[in-house]
């Protein structure tokens, strides 16, 4: 007669494949594993601080470079006895710069304009200033920098020039920026203007000549 009490093959199949630790090994694995938890913390809260702190830095940078650089919106438009008046051309050149040499009148007159391919109008534009004609409403647009000071200079052949030549700080701006100057003004009548782009835009008004 067999015993009851007798473990059965499958019992003792089972407590063969039981691996069994001692405690104070478990209590060194979990000690390892908080260990690493709060090193892990850690380093991700250093890693987290200067992440943050590079791009607070960056936003600082970038916020300080469009307030001197953001762009301002220069517009009018050109009445000539009592009309609008069309392809009158625009110069806005900043008064702290000009070319390194005078350049070529003949491309930026009213008559002889050239809108494509124009150094002249390309040398502008890397000293800051704007060319541009208006358009058939007599209306204008210019984009440059704010926070920098410009004189405007519209010229309008509608109209028979007067003869007026530019005087003082202008006329040596003409002539800093074009040869020759009588070329420029000989054909065209003309108005002056000058102010500093403080805000988004700056609206000129109307140009009546």
Request: hydrophobic share 40%; glycine share 8%; charged share 20%.
């Amino acid at each position: 007669m067999e015993n009851e009490n007798q473990p059965s093959d499958s019992d003792k199949k089972d407590s063969q494949s039981e691996i069994t630790l001692p405690r104070r090994v478990l209590y060194a694995q979990a000690g390892l594993l908080a260990v690493s938890s709060v090193t892990f913390f850690f380093l991700g809260m250093m890693v987290g601080n200067l992440t943050g702190s590079g791009n607070s830095g960056a936003r600082a940078n970038a916020a300080a470079a469009d307030t001197r650089f953001a762009d301002c919106r220069v517009r009018g438009q050109v009445i000539a006895g009592n009309r609008a008046n069309p392809d009158s051309v625009i110069l806005l050149l900043p008064k702290e710069k000009q070319p390194k040499a005078p350049l070529a009148p003949g491309l930026v007159m009213p008559s002889s304009f050239v809108a494509l391919d124009n150094p002249t109008i390309d040398a502008i534009h890397q000293q800051g200033g704007a060319v541009v004609r208006t358009d058939d409403e007599g209306r204008f647009e210019l984009l440059v920098d704010t926070n920098r000071r410009f004189r405007l200079w519209v010229l309008c052949n509608s109209i028979p020039s007067s003869g007026k030549q530019p005087i003082d700080a202008a006329g040596k701006q003409l002539e800093a920026w074009f040869a020759p100057t009588n070329k420029l003004i000989r054909e065209n009548e003309f108005q002056i203007f000058e102010f500093e782009t403080t805000g988004e835009a700056h609206d000129v008004g109307q140009i009546k000549f």
